[in-house]
């Protein structure tokens, strides 16, 4: 089921398994028995070339955008943060998340790649382009699109502005809250937590900042 509150919140739960999306802010949960994605904002499919769409027509900008997809292993911004505060240092205690005494930041692919085989999260295939990870998620291969839900704030665009309909159901805000509230105390029992800080949009003055956080290395 996936609760979508308004002003970009999100939240995807299939019963026990649980995310939400809260100000380009994903939680994401696993259990032993099941595994459920979300992707959120946009999707970018590996076998496909990134297009690049600018809306600003300043020479500056543009050049900003493109340099900023020069490729997540350029930026060589990855961190370890260890001890009582690593929640502080990766900027997550925030939201209530305060239980992981190791959280991983920014890893480029390759050291995700590593984080993967090392907690066999999965399996690496051989493939025409090299080694592939793969990751078998049980009977929930996808999204269910009657199971979304959308938090309604009376009065604002996003009441007045969504479709409404068999697929955008409204729900309320004390739903949201819970389901919040459950992620958070979730999180606060793992030792690890994986944090990736970017941007969904290619134009940076429209482009808006998007923090996932994740359980396991491969959902990132």
């Known amino acids: 089921m996936r609760f979508v509150p308004s002003l970009g919140e999100q ?102 790649f590593d984080h993967e085989a090392k907690n066999k999260e999965g399996v690496v295939a051989k493939a025409e382009y090299g080694d592939t990870f793969t990751v078998d998620t049980g009977k929930y291969t996808g999204r269910s699109p009657k199971d979304r839900f959308i938090v309604v704030n009376p009065g604002s665009e996003t009441e007045a502005n969504i479709d409404w309909n068999s697929i955008n159901q409204p729900t309320n805000p004390e739903v949201y809250e819970e389901l919040y509230n459950k992620a958070v105390a979730h999180f606060n029992t793992c030792e690890t937590a994986y944090v990736f800080d970017g941007y969904a949009g290619a134009n940076p003055e429209t482009r808006k900042k998007i923090r996932f956080v994740h359980e396991t290395a491969w959902q990132q």
Do not use: M, W
């Open 11 to 112: 939240y995807n739960t299939t019963n026990p398994t649980f995310s939400r999306l809260c100000f380009a802010i994903i939680f994401q949960i696993n259990t032993a028995s099941s595994i459920a994605t979300i992707t959120a904002i946009t999707t970018t499919l590996p076998h496909r070339k990134q297009q690049l769409a600018f809306k600003s027509s300043s020479a500056a900008a543009q050049a900003a955008a493109a340099s900023s997809l020069v490729g997540r292993n350029a930026y060589k911004v990855a961190t370890t943060s260890q001890g009582t505060d690593a929640c502080l240092k990766a900027g997550i205690d925030t939201l209530g998340i305060t239980g992981p005494s190791t959280v991983h930041k920014n890893l480029t692919f390759q050291e995700l």
